[in-house]
């Protein structure tokens, strides 16, 4: 039986590269594509990519009210934070439907930090309960059988997958932890602003969000807390860099009393052993390494005469930190292999 999927907001970036992933699962079956400012409008006429390859009626993107009282098996959820829980919510309600969210929307359990962050009311704080954070490689336990999964951020992804781990075997201190992160200029998605312009950002790097003012951050504070067992604080400083895709991020933190980069490169070997899609490296990885793959790439390094360690790790943040993540969600929630079409 193929598994049915309708994406909502297939037009923007992450629904195009989602697609790209779906048609190469071997069990997965498009119900629908949907857009709000281009219903009616061929799928193939937008991403010329796909021209051929979905059956035309499938092809023809369809309004929200159109599809919103469908129940297909799986619905990822490719819109902005607030829009997104707005439009999941009928088939998060229908008892049938998987939903896979790839927006903030319920990411993170503390309600007062949502709204606070993302400077509105939640739409649906009564679902939030249900959902579980879909950081596929440490939550697997929680994301088999779930029924509402919230996709991690891409900066989140980058800097927990190397973090949860060793803060959870008490490798490293919890306090001090510095992350700096480089984005491609995908991450903003698809619309142009003012400052993800071609010509602000090529040839030019810049900070922003800068230390405590990143949403992202208060993601990554939580479910690091979550980890540690107690509230941890980071400085988070994200920038945009002139390249399409990727995340690069160098994350500053102390080892624990007796601990050294032998144990943190050990405690990470140990945790991802098995893991498909995590690797440790033993040189720095490139976002070269990982570009339109669904792997993360870690490095760790204990500079000579002191108790720091300095972990890279780096993704595209079109696939392990959106798209490919939510397919490998997608796997696992429905009892299949978290690689199938992904590797
Ligand atoms: N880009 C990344 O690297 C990345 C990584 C991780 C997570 N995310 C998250 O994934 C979600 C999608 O990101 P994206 O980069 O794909 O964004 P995007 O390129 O801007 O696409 C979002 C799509 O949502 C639709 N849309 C926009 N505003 C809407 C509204 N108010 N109501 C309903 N539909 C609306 C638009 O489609 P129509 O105009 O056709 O309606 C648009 O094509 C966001 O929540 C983002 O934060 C993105």
Redesign the pocket.
């Known amino acids: 039986m193929a598994i049915k999927v309708g994406i909502l ?1 297939a ?5 195009q590269e989602l697609m790209v992933l779906l048609l190469r699962h071997p069990q997965v079956e498009i119900a629908w594509l949907s ?4 219903p009616g409008t061929d799928y193939g006429k937008i991403y010329p990519q796909f021209q051929g390859r979905l059956p035309a009626s499938v092809g023809i ?1 369809r309004s ?1 009210a159109d599809v919103k009282a469908t129940q297909p098996d799986v619905v990822f959820s ?4 607030g ?2 829980a707005e ?1 999941a919510a009928p088939f998060a309600a229908n008892g049938k439907t998987l939903v896979i969210d ?3 929307d319920f990411r993170l359990q503390d309600l007062a930090a949502y709204e606070k962050a993302y400077a509105h009311p939640h739409p649906l704080p009564e679902v939030l309960k249900q959902a579980r954070y879909g950081l596929t490689e440490i939550h697997a336990d929680a994301i088999k059988g779930a029924r509402l999964i919230a ?1 991690p ?2 900066y989140p992804t980058s800097a927990l997958l190397p973090l949860m781990p060793l803060i959870q075997a008490g490798v490293i201190s919890p306090d001090g932890i510095i992350i700096d992160s480089k984005s491609g200029v ?6 142009p602003t003012e400052t993800t312009h071609y010509v602000y950002a090529n040839e030019s790097v810049a900070a922003y969000g800068v230390g405590d003012k990143h949403r992202h951050r208060v993601e990554i504070m939580e479910q690091l807390s979550l980890s540690a067992g107690r509230k941890v604080e980071v400085l988070f400083t994200p920038h945009l860099i002139p390249m399409e895709r990727g995340i690069l991020s160098t994350i500053y933190c102390d080892l624990a009393p007796g601990k050294d980069g032998a144990a943190a490169e050990a405690c990470l070997k140990a945790a991802y052993a098995g893991a498909g899609f995590v690797r440790i490296r033993e040189d720095f990885p490139r976002t070269a390494d990982v570009k339109h793959s669904n792997f993360c790439h870690i490095k760790v390094y204990q500079p000579a005469g002191g108790n720091k360690l300095i972990i890279v790790s780096v993704l595209d ?2 696939v392990k ?2 798209s490919g993540q939510a397919l490998q969600n997608m796997n696992l929630a429905l009892g299949l292999p978290a690689g199938l079409g992904l590797a």
């Not at 857009?35 to 281009?38: A, K, L, T």
């Open positions: 907001g037009t923007g970036f992450t629904g857009s709000e400012s281009q993107l929200f490719c819109l902005p934070h829009a997104s439009c790839l927006s903030a996709n951020g891409c995908s991450g903003a998605g698809k619309k943040n079109m930190g959106a």
